[in-house]
């Protein structure tokens, strides 16, 4: 398609009646945008409880287990009679 074909398909398109918007376009995408809102809040509020809940079970397994300490040495045996 040459530029000319091409400037005419265009000033067609454009001279065409706009399409016609439904008139409660403006209502429908504030519910969308108030339900994607309130999932997005739901969605953050589940993560920090999930974050949260991973925090407390790690400290109260590290507050059972002592994971810092060492364990006793088994390499060398018991010195008895002495």
Known sequence: MSRPEQ???VRQIMERAPAPVPPDL???????GER???RRQLVHRVLWLLA????????VWAARVHPWAQP???TTPPITGW
């Not at 949260?52 to 400290?59: E, I, P």
């Open 26 to 32: 403006c209502t429908q995408a504030v519910h969308r």
């Open 72 to 74: 006793p040495s088994q």
């Open 52 to 59: 949260w809940t991973a925090a407390v079970a790690f400290g």
């Open 7 to 9: 400037e005419a398909a």
């Open 36 to 38: 994607l809102l309130r």
